[in-house]
């Protein structure tokens, strides 16, 4: 939809609108993303590029020229350029294509709009910004003013993406009461798990919960390393920083705003998660290692994903480890079925059952 309204309004303002899909395969790899924007071209009066590319097969022209080629047609007229479906751009020459286009946005010579599930691997794509505060009160005009606090909080909630402050404000439409209290949340969360949180696997969703989890028990400085993530653990967190869901600065991680609600509650069904996370935080704390070694940058996952396994236990509450990690098993693994923290779990175990019989047994002279 937004795509639909930037390119209704490049034309009427006489720009040509190049739309092209990039479906799976064909379609996505960079000969037929230049070969589609030509015959959008074609459609708008110039089909020379066009031409050219139907005489010749694929392998007629290296990345490079086809680039170019592209590039000197595009400079011809201002134009708005729309690629849909990005996730499926993954070769090298595709990624190429758009920094290119990048520059050609960046010199004033082009609008572009890319649609996707996720931003693409390569450059920097900032998630799509909300309404500004002044511009998401326009959607609740002629309704009854919300305090001010629950302003804040609804606006923090959404981060002024339009869809949910709509939703909100529809809800409050049919319900008087809402301006005077939180109503407007079951609106958001509904929003929220819809758009966002229902197309999270469950692993996903425990990362963004016990990034949350973190910061909320840390007061905003969470000792990241805390997660011990495994490598599979680093990928899903890899795919959640380039979808916008975790934004990372330094040692410091935060969710994407409009996910604090469905996290809450997933926070409030899952009270074991919280638990699991001090648990391992008092490992890391009574690591010799970690008393030693550096924070490191959030992409150092070596430094910050120290095994929970790596370490011998402290005989001192070992007993109470043992008593906790038994007791947190059993109420986790009825409630959740995650591979990762199963695995966690055993490996603490077999450690704490390996150590317990120095605890025990009387020492040998």
């Given at each position: 939809a937004l795509a639909a309204e930037v390119a209704a309004e490049g034309r009427r303002h006489g720009q040509a609108v190049l739309w092209h899909t990039c479906r799976p395969g064909p379609h996505a790899t960079l000969f037929n993303i230049v070969k589609g924007l030509a015959e959008a071209l074609a459609s708008a009066g110039n089909d020379q590029l066009w031409q050219t590319l139907r005489a010749a097969p694929a392998a007629t022209y290296p990345a490079a020229v086809l680039i170019d080629m592209l590039l000197e047609h595009l400079?011809?007229?201002?134009?708005?350029i729309v690629l849909d479906d990005v996730q499926h751009l993954?070769?090298?020459?595709?990624l190429r294509l758009l920094t290119a286009l990048t520059q050609l946005v960046a010199d004033g010579n082009a609008r572009m709009v890319l649609i996707?599930?996720?931003?693409?691997?390569?450059?920097d794509?900032?998630?799509?910004?909300?309404?500004?505060?002044?511009?998401?009160?326009?959607?609740?005009?002629?309704?009854p003013a919300l305090p001010k606090a629950e302003w804040d909080a609804l606006y923090h909630a959404t981060l002024g993406l339009p869809q949910p402050l709509c939703r909100a404000?529809?809800?409050?439409?049919?319900?008087?009461?809402?301006?005077?209290?939180?109503?407007?949340?079951?609106?958001?969360?509904?929003?929220?798990?819809?758009?966002?949180?229902?197309?999270?696997?469950?692993?996903?969703?425990?990362?963004?919960?016990?990034?949350?989890a973190l910061n909320d028990a840390a007061g905003g400085a969470p000792d990241l390393r805390v997660l011990a993530l495994t490598e599979a653990d680093q990928r899903a967190w890899q795919q959640l920083e380039q979808r916008?869901?975790?934004?990372?600065?330094?040692?410091?991680?935060?969710?994407?705003?409009?996910?604090?609600?469905?996290?809450?509650?997933?926070?409030?069904?899952?009270?074991?998660?919280q638990a699991e996370l001090a648990q391992r935080h008092q490992q890391l704390a009574a690591s010799a290692h970690s008393a030693d070694a550096p924070a490191g940058h959030l992409s150092d996952r070596n430094h910050i994903m120290p095994h929970a396994a790596q370490h011998p236990p402290d005989s001192g509450d070992l007993l109470a480890r043992v008593r906790t990690a038994l007791q947190h098993s059993a109420a986790y693994l009825e409630?959740?079925?995650?591979?990762?923290?199963?695995?966690?779990?055993?490996?603490?175990?077999?450690?704490?059952?390996?150590?317990?019989p120095d605890l025990v047994r009387p020492q040998q002279a």
């Open positions: 400079h011809a007229r201002p134009v708005v993954t070769s090298d020459e595709a996707g599930h996720t931003r693409p691997a390569e450059g794509w900032p998630p799509l910004a909300g309404l500004l505060q002044r511009e998401a009160h326009l959607l609740w005009e002629g309704l404000a529809a809800a409050q439409r049919r319900a008087e009461h809402l301006a005077h209290g939180e109503g407007w949340r079951a609106a958001v969360l509904a929003w929220a798990r819809e758009a966002l949180w229902s197309d999270l696997a469950a692993h996903e969703q425990w990362l963004l919960a016990a990034v949350y916008g869901m975790i934004e990372c600065g330094g040692t410091q991680a935060r969710i994407h705003g409009a996910l604090q609600l469905p996290v809450v509650e997933f926070l409030r069904a899952t009270p074991t998660l409630h959740h079925h995650d591979d990762h923290d199963a695995r966690q779990l055993a490996l603490e175990l077999a450690t704490l059952s390996a150590a317990l």
